[in-house]
């Protein structure tokens, strides 16, 4: 695994077609780690896992997923660790500001 590739910057971020954008909160993290009764993700089956990623986020294995946040890093790369575990193939964490158009 080469951890330099997981990352992008928003002039790469460009030139992918049709990416999953997925903004990281603190509230979307606790919602992604834990259910309603407080079982975290590492204790569920990996199936499970993996079809609530894609329910939830839109998520599936081939799905292109940029990852970004306006708070701490480090839970983009928890949830991208928790995308490689799952099986997904391209992932990257955004280095640098969002660019408004790609929402458009």
């Known amino acids: 695994m080469n951890i330099e590739r997981w990352f992008i910057t928003p002039e790469e971020l ?31 089956p990996f199936d499970q896992v993996r079809e609530i990623i894609a329910i939830k986020y839109g998520i599936t294995l081939e799905t292109f997923a940029v990852l970004y946040t306006e ?13 490689y575990w799952i099986g997904c193939k ?7 500001q ?6 458009v």
């Not at 606790?30 to 993700?41: A, V």
């Not at 890093?73 to 660790?81: D, G, I, P, S």
């Not at 969002?98 to 929402?103: E, G, W």
């Open 14 to 44: 460009r030139r992918i077609e049709n990416p999953c954008l997925v903004h990281l909160t603190s509230e979307r993290m606790n919602d992604i780690e834990t259910d309603e009764n407080e079982n975290y993700w590492k204790y569920r």
């Open 71 to 83: 708070e701490e890093l480090m839970m983009a790369a928890r949830f991208a660790w928790l995308l």
């Open 90 to 96: 391209h992932i990257r964490i955004l280095v640098g």
């Open 98 to 103: 969002i660019d408004p158009s790609l929402f």
